[in-house]
Structure formats: C-alpha cells, structure tokens
C-alpha cells in the first residue's frame, strides 16, 4: 500500500471493485433495509424521526472528544438562539424515549445524518456522517457489564446475518467475520501491548481476533493516556465500548459502532469533575437528568457508510456515499480504480 500525506489516503496494491457505481448503489440499499430490520427485530426499536439541528443553549449535542467544532447557524424568523447541526444525537434520544412514552425494554432508532467538519479525511472519515442512532430503556438495576455484552452480542448476530445476506448475493465478496467477538477493556489492551499507542492496540487485538469490542474507553489508564477520548455526559466510562473488526482490503481495524450504558446521577456528576465540565449541570439535558427525569438507557451508533463499505469491501467511504473531498484524493481515487459517488 501506498500513502499520500497531504489527504492521509491509503490506496490497496491492485484494488479493483467488483461492482460499477449503479451496482453499488443498488447493493447500499439492499444492506441498508436489510440491516435495519434485523437490527429493529433484536433490540426491540421502533423507528421515529429526528432533528437534524438542536439548539445550542440546550446541551443536547454531542459534544464527542471536546475539541470538535459544530457547524452552527442563525434564523431570521426565531431570535435570540444558534442553533448546531448534531454530532450524534446520543443525548437527545434519552429525552425521545421519556417524551414517547417508551417502557422498559423498549427503545427506538433513527437515521442520524451530521456534519463534522473537522474530521482528518482520508479513507474511513468523511466531513458528511450517516448512522443509525438507537436508544432502548432499561432498569437502573441493568446498568452493569453482563447486560451491555449481552447486547454486543445481540448486534454481532445482526452483523453476521448481514453478511451472511450480502454474500449470497454477492458470493465473490466471501465472509471473513469470525464466529464470535472477543471482549476486553482498554486497560486489559494497554497492558497486553504496553508499547502501542491505542490505534495500534486495535489494530493489533482486530488482526489478531477479527472482531472485538473494547470496553471501559473515556477514563485514564495507568499508563496517564486515554485509550480514546469520550464526552462525560452520555457514556458511562466504565460501561461502554466500540466495535471494531479487522478489514483485509485496507489492513486494519474499522470502527463499526460505539455505544454503551449510559451515565445515571453519580456517574454524569463524576465524569463531568473528571473532565472539567461542570458548569454543564446547568443546562436543560444535565439538569433533567440529574433531577431524574430521564429514563436510564443503553445506546449507540452504527456506521451505515461503514458498514456498507465493510460488506462491500470498499476501498474508500467516499464510494458508498456522496461527499466532498480534497482535489489530490479525487484524482489518486480516479487513478486507482477507487469509484467514489
């Protein structure tokens, strides 16, 4: 493989996609509607609509690693406000799921579509994001760790049927999902590679397991670092993970969903010290939770681009959706059979 620094694209020896533009389009859809419904089926979601911009002084965005700057926007017609364009709506669907008179057990999933502008491009990460955000309430008794594997769980048989699927269409894709996924925490994962920084730790446990979910990411480890950085008001750290597989077309781990329990009263207070942010207590999300008025809840994101890209063996996320991106990574795509939309 090959690097070009300026747009960080990777380009695979040889690669060529099995199927033409329209093919491919017509493949997203099928994965996409097949997906959904067995995702809907295992979790018990129900499907709503949902915001695509919320206003700033609310504290319902996603505020992911802290650094990552919303695109934000006025109206002529409703003053005094700005308004962000979502980054995830992990916070807003907790208050979906009170206001929608959704029980225990039940919960719900949408199509997330966000604009994250200071995303670093290259061949996984796209200023444009598109997800199927999904929330389900649970008891507070079921906030532990046995709960939130059962759940992985659950979600990986939805990835295996999925390719099971599209390889029956598809039989030259051929499957390379390993039967079961492997779970380990950050810290179990520094220890086993204590010289790695913690995108070569994925790499490392993905190639070596195909399918794993790190659990415990926001807080600090021994070492001082974080595995990965996490917004302290929707995880709860110890309760939460991503799910990552290893991918042969670029020789690497892909991140396909982060999720996790998410924080009750004790947890928002401490990882909001933790991270410096307590003056968030004061907003309208913090304060309803901290009064208990939202349900307690599990929740996550999936990469629908990615996962389309993943079933498809993409090259390049800019080939299962439409995007802008740097004049020198278009032309190196164009030269390298990469196909993007």
Known sequence: MKQTYKSLLTIPSGYKTELNIRETEIAIKKLKDY???KLAKE???????APLFVRKDTGINDNLNGVERPVTFDSKFIKGYDFEIVQSLAKWKRIALKRYGFQTGEGLYTDMNAIRRDEDLDNLHSM???QWDWERVIDKNERNEEVLKNIVQGIYRVFKDSEEYICDIYPHIGKILPQDIYFITSQELEDKYPSFTGKERENAIAKEK???????????????????????DYDDWELNGDIIFWYPILNRAVEL????????????IKQLEIAGCEDRKE???HNLLLQGNLPYTVGGGIGQSR???????????????????PEDMILECEKSNILLL
Do not use: Q
Not at 43 to 49: A, D, G, K, Y
Not at 257 to 268: T, Y
């Open 35 to 37: 997906f959904e419904t």
């Open 43 to 49: 979790l018990n979601l129900t499907r709503v609509s």
């Open 128 to 130: 444009y994001v598109d």
């Open 210 to 232: 195909g399918a794993v979910f790190i659990m415990k990411i926001g807080g600090t480890l021994k070492s001082g670092e974080k595995h990965d950085g996490r917004s302290p």
């Open 257 to 268: 969903s982060s999720m996790g329990i998410r924080v009750d009263e004790e947890a928002l």
């Open 283 to 285: 907003l309208e999300y």
């Open 307 to 325: 996962i389309c890209m993943f079933f498809l063996r993409k090259a390049h996320i800019g080939e299962v959706h439409a995007a802008i991106w």
